[in-house]
């Protein structure tokens, strides 16, 4: 008798301790599938791409971090503008990471791209060449 009210007093226990089991494995399985997406979300450095522009022929084309030579990144935070071979016209360090217009999305070349060490001659050396566009002044007049 005593021990037919254990074996029943111990079966739930055994259950709970399944079902404890079993969450902490769908626990487990959810938070790892989202770890996944979460990092699959988040790009590698060695799959960041860069924008770049020809200034010899206007050439725009990207490249992945890991295309880029080993040296690049090292230059760009020297300071350096560290151009690269352009692949249209075979130019050689020609092409330069570019501005961006933030009114037209086009990309153009100033003399901070060139030579980003060179002192800024104002808001006025960033102007888009293709709609006229200071993007300092763009900014100041579309941020809230
Ligand atoms: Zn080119
Ligand atoms: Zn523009």
Known sequence: MFSYFTGLGRRPVLVIALLAIVCLAVVGAV??????????????????????????????????????????????????????????????AAAYIPHRCPSCGKYYLTDACRDPLTPSEGPESDRCPHCGTVPYEWYLKHRR
């Open 31 to 92: 938070l790892s599938v989202d770890w996944s997406v979460k990092r699959r979300a988040v790009t590698p450095p060695e799959e960041e791409d860069f924008t770049f522009l020809c200034d010899k022929c206007s050439a725009v084309f990207t490249r992945l971090r890991k295309e880029l030579p080993a040296r690049f990144m090292e230059d760009r935070m020297a300071g350096d503008a560290a151009p690269i071979d352009c692949p249209r016209c075979g130019a050689k």
